[in-house]
């Protein structure tokens, strides 16, 4: 496949490179947000005529470049008059890649069954989306889902271990796997120690999230609210320390990855140290609400902060906030909280109406990873694996960074899994109907080989206990 991935660098073909075959396999590509370049190059480099349906068109067109084979439209999920062109669109194409938020995959997946066309999304299959799986199964048709990083190379490079313990007789007894997508070290430069490298909407909506596990035989399980309280400091070989918090509901993996023997099933998400401090407060403030407040039109941040803690128009701001946290005045969380502008007398934004989206202009605006910033996935799993007469601990941890100008590692290792998923479902290689995520032999092993030659690879090591 050659090296145009190596390091994060993915070259578009030349304008003038390959013409459009009537048996050419068409893709649609919905969404042409920050993850969806490789996406799109990787399938036109491999002979796929490739549509990109985006809202802003313009960002469509510069995905597709002068490729022969791309096609740039225009298309907006949550306008219902656009839901026709949808209909068009799957009708045309012999296989959809739904990029959008989740909450828009089961209409495009209706779509698909209604034309007998396969689906690929990068998301967690939603109740919605698994009530298709009977009808899918009868169509033969595929709609394979949790397919980009986290979900999609963590389910992969796990079930890759987790299979050859069995291979080997032994039985798994403990599994833990964390995945952070972080700015690198040297970009990590702002009081929060965060840049956004993905929708920023869904990093804060994230944070409200319940959390489940399995520790030791026992079930552990907090509401979205405490949802920061429950972190670790963990440190990962060769990496550096994070802060280490729950990601959703860890409990079902013990059936969806045959972990039969397993007393620990744990899922977290890494952050740079203060992050969960932080965010707690954050929470605990009503800034992640989306429920509209009354009376805030012309008014300002500082307004809303006033609003929230019940302070006074005469009460310094942030002693009034530090008291409502129960907090020190001089404590960081409240100098992050200044940092951003949540004391400022800067007007709330009028196209916004709730806390949620104008914490989101404040985080888009000052926590936007740069164009001189690279960022850097951490993915790390922990294994006690049980042999007869002995004990392993596995480790097995992926850490890639983007380049500088290119594309960002998240963009990388989302989106490409997804592209060579799609690539073996028009190849016939992936032939299970129905609703689906990347746990077979049969998928992983030749996605995580490929992705292993563009340099997204795994360092796994083996200590005897």
Known sequence: MGNAYLNGAISVAAPGRGKVSVNMKKVLVLGAGLVARPMVVYLLEHGFQVTVASRTVSKAKALIGK????????????????????????????????????????????????????????????????????????????????????????????MRIIHDVERRKGKVTSFRSTTGALQAFEANNNPFGYKFSWAPRGVLLASKNPSKWLENGKIREYPGEQLFENYRIENVPGVGAFENYPNRNSVPYKDIYGLKDAKTVYRGTFRMPGWCETMRNVVALGLLEEKVPKGFKGKTYADLMRHLVKAKPKDDLANATAKFLGLKPYATVIKRLEWLGLFSDR?????????????????????????????????????????????????????????????????????LPAAIAVRMILEGRIKEPGVSIPVSPGIYEPILDELSEIGIDFKEEIRKL
């Open 67 to 158: 490729h022969r084979n791309g096609k740039a439209l225009a298309f907006d999920a949550d306008r219902k008059a656009d839901h026709k062109m949808l209909d068009k669109f799957v009708r045309e194409h012999d296989l959809s890649v739904s990029l959008l938020p989740y909450i828009h995959h089961p209409l495009v997946a209706e779509y698909c069954l209604k034309h007998g066309k396969h689906l690929v999304t990068t998301s967690y299959v939603s109740d919605r989306m698994r009530a298709f799986d009977a009808a899918a199964r009868k169509s033969k048709l595929v709609f394979l889902n949790e397919a980009g990083l986290d979900p999609g190379i963590d389910h992969m490079s796990a």
């Open 347 to 415: 007007p709330l934004p009028k196209e916004k109406d709730n806390p949620l989206d104008w914490m989101n202009v404040l985080t888009l605006e000052k926590m936007a990873l740069g164009k001189k910033d690279r960022d850097m996935i951490v993915m790390h799993h922990e294994f006690i694996a049980e042999f007869k007469g002995r004990k392993e601990l596995i480790t097995s941890t992926l850490l890639d960074f983007g380049v500088v100008g290119k594309d960002t590692s998240i963009a990388r290792t989302v989106s």
